[in-house]
């Protein structure tokens, strides 16, 4: 048996070749041959699906995305075409969250047909992205569907909700996007931060020729082994020595990656490492990669009077939140403020050049 590569090669066994062979160590032998035609057989597979795996951005492969509760949504070229885009936009959101979802509404995402004209003349896709709840059909899954029916705004992902699964969630959402979009930005927003669309889609068109994009606020905080603080990292011990800070990361409040990078994670998803923190999770999928590290300091401006003082100068944010809240504190109440303040202007983004 030769080996080339992955494939094994078997010489034929012609029945000429020796004629002398009793009829049962015959049949023993093409038995024999037959189970290992079919071990090569589950070796193509095997090799197959972790090609597919391990497939480079960029690829042509057809890809399929699942995520771990079985559900299959299809990728690039299979079933049904992937919908063109210049950005993803995923508010994250939660059941609870249904003032705060209201509140985005009433200020800087468009409503109805202004939505579906933003999509189809811009590019420009926006969705509230949840889960479910662990109990299937329950009065949060219903409430949900509701409101969706009413809005039509929800991306609903194959992910049960919770608190300590935000790294989860973000990789299924990235998964679920790629899938349905053919996007040149997939970009993650909490639903307590103020986005002016024209100056992010500004900001991102300026770095369409970067392949592998990670663009946000970028930091570097402390790795924190004590249990009892809120951000407690499980697997310190990984990060070196006591009080050694995270590598540098986008704050998770608002960033963007690049179609490869996106297309990247639906393809490894399965054997990419989770930890305690959403943004320190993602950072960590890109290293060893080359990947361009964009700090955009536009993407994490304060509250009023920061970004009002930037807005009034003519340089409006493409972002605003308050760092001590990780979002604009009391966002419900505030951020109708803050888009009087420090918002673009509703015409800005159907002008925006990118």
């Known amino acids: 048996i030769l080996d080339f590569g992955y494939r ?9 070749c020796d004629t002398k062979k009793k009829p049962a160590t015959d049949n023993f ?27 480079p951005p960029g690829s042509s492969q057809k890809m399929k995305n699942s995520d771990a509760t079985g559900a299959v949504s299809t990728l690039a070229g299979i079933d049904s075409p992937r919908k063109k885009a210049f ?66 705004d929800f991306l609903r992902l194959e992910h049960v909700e919770g608190y300590h699964e935000l790294s989860a969630k973000t990789k299924t959402y990235i998964c679920t996007a790629v899938a349905n979009w053919d996007a040149e930005f997939y970009v993650k927003v909490d639903d307590d931060v103020h ?3 024209g100056k992010l889609a500004a900001l991102l068109g300026r770095h369409r020729s970067k392949p592998m994009a990670y663009i946000g606020c970028m930091k570097s905080g402390p790795v924190l082994s004590k249990k009892s603080v809120k951000y407690h990292e499980p697997e310190y011990w990984k990060f070196g020595e006591e009080g050694n800070k995270y590598f540098r990361h986008a704050t998770g409040q608002i960033y963007a ?21 959403e943004d320190v999770s993602l950072g960590s999928w890109f290293i060893g990669l080359e990947v ?34 990780s979002g604009i504190c009391r966002s419900v109440e505030k951020i109708k403020i803050v888009h009087q303040r420090c918002g673009e202007g509703d015409a800005v983004v159907w002008s925006a050049l990118f």
């Open 87 to 152: 950005m993803v936009i995923g508010i994250n959101t939660a059941f609870s969250s249904r003032r705060r979802r209201d509140s985005i509404r009433e200020t800087w995402m468009p409503q109805g047909e202004k939505l579906v004209r933003l999509e189809r003349e811009k590019g420009i896709i926006i969705r509230f992205i949840i889960g479910h709840s662990a109990t299937s059909d329950s009065i949060l899954d219903r409430a949900i569907d509701s409101e969706d029916a009413q809005h039509k």
């Open 292 to 325: 361009q590290h964009l700090n955009i300091k536009s993407m994490c401006c304060g509250t009023p009077p920061d970004c009002e003082l930037k807005a009034k100068a003519g340089n409006a944010c493409a972002a605003s939140f308050d760092w001590s809240c």
């Open 8 to 16: 094994l090669w078997i010489p034929t066994i012609f029945n000429d």
């Open 195 to 197: 986005v002016n669309l």
């Open 257 to 277: 990656i690049s179609k490869d990078l996106a297309s990247y994670i639906a393809a490894n998803q399965h054997i990419l490492h989770k930890y305690a923190n």
């Open 29 to 55: 032998e093409k038995g024999e041959v037959l189970k290992t035609h079919e071990a090569i057989e589950s070796l193509d597979k095997s090799f197959a699906t972790l090609q597919i795996k391990l497939a």
